[in-house]
């Protein structure tokens, strides 16, 4: 473009001077456009390359990493998108960490209250086998309650395979009312025999 508009004006202008001029103006306005060429491909350039650094940080775990929105262009509708991205992501990656914190926890109420059954039916065992409840109305009321805690061995281990078929989405919820006071009177009546050796007394009210 610059050599066929030099081109132009040396068969237009009879005065050397003016086609000076306008070669001088030429060169004026060629080195402007390269200044200005430069920094908006510097500019364009330093956007690109943040961009790329944020990619990877977001890539190595770092989900907080957002980019700064600056104009209406294309480069700013990407940035807005990368960040509603790492918003999504960071979201994500919060509610697995919840959910595995859920799971850890889920483990290890289940593992206590396996251990609380267990643990009473070995202090009414003891008692029985070292002689200690001898009446027959105290061991038929062992009975009952080793009955009871065997029942709630095999309800504990239902409830931990239905957990896990609702983890994999394979059975729906049901609720429904439940009596507290039967919770705690079942409760109160499992330890009692561990209570009875320490010599505590247990009561409930509700």
Aim: aromatic residues 8%.
């Amino acid at each position: 473009i610059f050599l066929n508009v030099w081109v132009t004006a040396h068969l237009m202008f009879i005065s050397e001077y003016d086609l000076s001029v306008t070669g001088a103006l030429l060169i004026f306005a060629g080195l402007i456009a390269m200044i200005f060429g430069y920094f908006v491909s510097s500019a364009i350039t330093e956007s690109i390359h943040e961009m790329g650094k944020a990619a990877e940080l977001v890539a190595q775990g770092k989900l907080e990493t957002r980019l700064s929105v600056q104009g209406n262009d294309e480069l700013a509708d990407f940035a807005r998108t990368f960040n509603w991205m790492a918003t999504r992501l960071q979201e994500v990656d919060e509610q697995k960490r919840r959910l595995d914190q859920e799971r850890r926890d889920l483990i290890a109420w289940a593992s206590h209250d396996l251990r609380t059954p267990v643990t009473a039916l070995r202090a009414m065992l003891e008692a029985m086998i070292d002689g200690v409840v001898a009446d027959p109305e105290t061991m038929q009321r062992y009975l009952r309650n080793m009955d009871l805690e065997t029942t709630n061995l095999t309800q504990l281990i239902d409830n931990l395979f239905e957990l896990a078929q609702l983890d994999a989405g394979h059975i729906k919820l049901a609720y429904e009312k439940a009596s507290l006071r039967d919770l705690i009177s079942d409760t109160l009546g499992s330890m009692s025999a561990r209570a009875q050796q320490q010599r505590i007394t247990l009561t409930g009210e509700v």
